[in-house]
T-cell receptor, first 114, second 116 residues
């Protein structure tokens, strides 16, 4: 059974700081790993998708890395802004389930202080 | 290109009533997924459907819950005889079904169900 853990559960940083969010998963049999953002009371916005054969993906100030063998991913946010405040979710598409269900972590709640 | 649409956004039901949640996938997407987010919990997979077929319902409670994705119209998640423990946010996602490695699942805004 696939399990996804995100550390820390909450993080507060001053504006302009670079930060790293961590995600770990227990089974390396994945098709891909996705990072999402969720604002309070809202749906999920896809940020980055890393295929199982890839090591990293970049979009603007965001960079996500994947080390499949060790079951780890990181999301790096450069020059954080108050608008980055949200809950960040990591999810893996687990190939061992025989289906295409995403397994989610509980998220890291990020607060960027102006 | 409209995103994934869900309605209603908020739904209040009394115990014992039925709840029907609707999801219209993004244009061109043939795969639909339903997830549930309980308070203070992560999102949990419920069911995966393609047009007229349930592909994986391993995350769906055995009793009272059902889902469909008909040839025409939206996908429906139906909860019969709701109980307070069903109160949660229900999210629908869709994907194009092109490649399991590269398909992003796009999420709707969710339906927040409150059972009184």
């Amino acid at each position: 059974k696939q399990e996804v853990t995100q550390i820390p559960a909450a993080l507060s940083v001053p504006e302009g700081e670079n930060l790293v969010l961590n995600c770990s998963f227990t089974d390396s049999a994945i098709y891909n790993l996705q990072w999402f953002r969720q604002d309070p009371g809202k749906g999920l916005t896809s940020l980055l998708l890393i295929q199982s054969s890839q090591r990293e993906q970049t979009s603007g100030r965001l960079n996500a890395s994947l080390d499949k063998s060790s079951g780890r991913s990181t999301l790096y946010i450069a020059a954080s802004q108050p608008g980055d405040s949200a809950t960040y979710l990591c999810a893996v598409l687990y190939s061992g389930a025989g289906s295409y269900q995403l397994t989610f972590g509980k998220g890291t709640k990020l607060s960027v202080i102006p | 290109n409209a995103g994934v649409m869900q309605n209603p956004r908020h739904l209040v039901r009394r115990r014992g009533q039925e709840a029907r949640l609707r999801c219209s996938p993004m244009k061109g997407h043939s795969h639909v997924y339903w997830y549930r987010q309980l308070p203070e919990e992560g999102l949990k997979f419920m069911v995966y459907l393609q047009k007229e077929n349930i592909i994986d319902e391993s995350g769906m409670p055995k009793e009272r819950f059902s889902a469909e994705f008909p040839k025409e119209g939206p996908s429906i998640l139906r909860i019969q005889q709701v109980v307070r423990g069903d109160s949660a946010a229900y999210f629908c996602a869709s994907s194009p079904g092109t490649s399991v490695y590269t398909d992003t699942q796009y999420f709707g805004p969710g339906t927040r169900l409150t059972v009184l």
